[in-house]
């Protein structure tokens, strides 16, 4: 069997708890966060602005290759990361529902896939991290020496991304928020291309019913034991 990486991966759909999780996760093994994400999101930003016909091939590519993204530490323990596009901070505006359905469609094309896939990887060489999105655990790090994969049902998970956006000053509603929360799942599971899965060894945890507190302990004790 290859190596292990010293890596863990949290994968799941939205609003099933992978930040606030990973974050904690992080902080408790003093690895690096990993927010994939937010990259997706970054791409999706900058595609809008630059008005890019994400059907245009040739376009997409080339835009890619005007694209620098920075991830950076957010400044409250716990906040969200910081994202640098071209060196502008755009930490804020990625983290709307729009921006989210956004990145969803953007992700399914192939050039992004392998242009984000490349960076992630290239941040984990050294190991000490824990990445967080959708294909961390399938993909980018097959070789993690810890996979996690959470699941919760869907009215949680929307009432958890509602909670989540009204304290940090967005205005949502809750029908809305659900119907797009299974659209973004729904085509995030069905593309061809890395999709959404479970990782064959990863641990599945429902966090349903559990509290961040208790979930961060079980994958501490699973990678601790
Ligand atoms: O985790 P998030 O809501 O910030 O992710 C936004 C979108 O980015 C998500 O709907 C799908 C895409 N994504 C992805 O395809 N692969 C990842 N590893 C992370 C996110």
Do not use: H
Not at 170 to 181: G, R, S
Not at 213 to 222: N, P, R, S, T, Y
């Amino acid at each position: 069997m290859s190596e292990k990486q010293e890596i863990v991966t949290i994968d799941g759909p939205s609003g099933v708890g992978k930040s606030t999780l990973s974050r904690q996760v992080a902080a408790a093994l003093g690895y690096t966060y990993l927010d994939t994400g937010a990259m997706y999101r970054a791409v999706a930003l900058f595609f809008k602005r630059q008005q890019i016909d994400l059907d245009d091939e040739q376009a997409v590519c080339f835009a890619l290759s005007g694209l620098d993204i920075q991830l950076f530490p957010a400044e409250k323990e716990d906040g969200d990361v910081g994202v640098l596009v071209n060196g502008q901070d755009e930490s804020q505006a990625i983290r709307t529902p729009e921006l989210g359905m956004l990145a969803s469609r953007v992700s399914a094309i192939p050039a992004v896939r392998a242009q984000l896939t490349a960076m992630q990887q290239a941040i984990g060489r050294s190991g000490k991290i824990v990445a967080e999105g959708r294909d961390t655990g399938t993909v980018v790090f097959p070789a993690a020496a810890w996979k996690f994969y959470l699941e919760a049902e869907p009215q949680e998970r929307a009432r958890r991304r509602v909670a989540q956006l009204r304290a940090a000053g967005q205005e949502v509603d809750f029908e809305e928020l659900l119907k797009q929360t299974l659209k973004r799942d729904r085509d995030d599971q069905e593309r061809t291309l890395a999709p959404l899965k479970k990782a064959e060894d990863a641990v599945i945890i429902d966090t349903t019913c559990l509290n961040i507190q208790a979930v961060c302990a079980k994958i501490l004790q699973i990678i601790q034991d």
